[in-house]
Structures are given as C-alpha cells and as structure tokens.
C-alpha cells in the first residue's frame, strides 16, 4: 500500500499492525496532504492455509477536501498546541479508509474544542472519547479469487 502526498512524497505501508483500532492499521507520518493511494492486499484464510481473496486499489485523493479537514482539526482545539500528528489506513476487507488524528488524549490533555471550530462536522469523536480524527479518504478496492497481475502475490 501506497501513500502519495501532492509533492509526490511516499509512505508506505508495506506492514501492518494493530494499535488502538480494533482491527489491521499502520500508523506513519512526515507526509503532506495526500493526493493517491495505491497497493495491493489480500485476506488470509488459516482453514485452507492460503489466501481468500485478493484485493487491489488505485484511486486519488481530493488533497484540496483532505487539506481543508486536516487544518480544520489542526485549528479545532482551544489548548492543544503540538503537531504531534499521524495518518493511520484502516484496512477491512476491501475497504480502505485514511485518517488523519492531532493525538490529543482526552485523559491526559486539554482537548476541549474552540467554540464552532467543526462548522462541517468533519471531527470524528471515537466512542471512547480517546482523541479526534478526520477521515481524508474512504473507498472500495477491486476484489479478486486470484491474485492481479502483477501484484506481491502473482507468483
């Protein structure tokens, strides 16, 4: 999985990971306003010892949308300073979704919002009020029985 950003900056994603999302995520940073995303993936089965599905996407990002929310958030707390900040993908199935958090927690920082810092609702609340994110993209990777040409696993 691929990250491109509209200075034409890489991230990758070649790992996975599990942090407070309860499912696969990675978690980067030092990278701008995204602009592409690009990989490929695919689900495990451990009942047949291979893989299930295979899945690829290839799509751009609307940098000028993903700008406007991450700056939105950076200018949403009344207190919170740092640009302590990450990207995390979230993969379930075919879908894939980019967040972008200021890693403000709630139970050991300020967090409190300036007054109509979110006019667009854009801020995600998580359930356990851990810290805010914005969603810069969410979309549907094609879905294959075999591995795509060309990709990690057409061996």
């Not at 939105?72 to 640009?83: Q, V």
């Not at 969603?135 to 990709?151: K, M």
């Amino acid at each position: 999985m691929n990250i491109k950003d509209m200075t034409g900056a890489n991230a990758g994603f070649g790992y996975g990971a599990v942090s407070s999302y309860p499912g696969k995520s990675a978690d980067i940073s030092s990278i701008g306003i995204p602009n592409y995303i690009g990989g490929y993936w695919a689900k495990y089965n451990a009942d047949e010892d291979g893989f299930a599905a295979f899945y690829r996407i290839n799509k751009t990002i609307d940098s000028n949308l993903a700008k406007q929310k991450i700056e939105t958030l950076r200018n949403y707390y009344k207190n919170h300073k740092t640009f302590n900040a990450s990207m995390q993908l979230i993969v379930d199935g075919p879908r894939i979704r980019l967040y972008y958090t200021m890693n403000c927690f709630s139970y050991r920082m300020d967090c409190s919002p300036k007054e109509n810092a979110d006019p667009n609702n854009w801020i995600i609340h998580q359930s356990n009020d851990a810290t805010q994110l914005v969603l810069l993209f969410d979309g549907i990777g094609e879905v294959s029985d075999t591995p795509f040409p060309g990709s990690p696993y057409d061996k």
